[in-house]
């Protein structure tokens, strides 16, 4: 199991990187597959269809685009765990935006082979250092890829879920970043170490404010796998149906987190 957080995570820029490339080539790998009925079917994004939902896809990672566009901030105002709070004010452009790029692009395959190649272009332009201003603030490119490769993960998994059989795969890389960063997100939102938050194989925090265990199994523990905590951070799952669907394992007095979930919207 890896080390409890105590202090601000850093992220390997050249394995951030290639794990959004990863994930959107797996994303347009098995959107080339979809036919007319399928890109109709609803999804759990509201009103969404799956084609909107894909064109959403492609916009989380066009974001890069937009930002490297705008003159760079002068100096970095947030970190990246801050990001996942700042994401539900944006979400009524957001939808927005979307319902545009799905009208305009119908050609789904050639929108995100445009996007990945648009990307890699722009990764081997800028450094990593370079500020950008985005929804939460003036952050590094490094950091905000890190938040492009949470988008991917959590509507990688919309798209799993509204379309049977379709299985798309999540890197590893890609996989790890969305467990931490919003289990980092956690214990900034609840500071404290009265509860310990397992997600293995990526990631433990503890939060919850109470008293603080030294050594031993602490009292209150909550245990659950990458998927299903990225589903609750995110409020595709409710933490009462993840407990009674077995889901997640919660011990002790203060392990019920269910009250600051979700995080991100």
Known sequence: MPPVRKRARSYDPARTRAAVLAQLGHVREAVRGLGVEQLALPTRLGEWTVRDLVAHIGMAVTA?????????????????????????????????????LSADHPDLDAYLAGTDASLRALLAEYPGGRLLETNAGALPLDDYLVTRAVELVVHTDDLNAAVPGLGVPYDRQALAAATRLLADALAVKAPGGSTEVRVPPYAVVQCVEGPRHTRGTPPNVVETDPLTWIRLATGRVSWKDALEEAKVSASGERADIGGLLPLMS
């Open 64 to 100: 890069v685009h937009r930002a490297l566009d705008r003159p760079a901030p002068p100096q970095q105002d947030v970190t990246v765990v801050e990001w996942p709070f700042a994401t539900a004010a944006s979400a009524s452009a957001i939808a927005e935006f979307t319902r545009g």
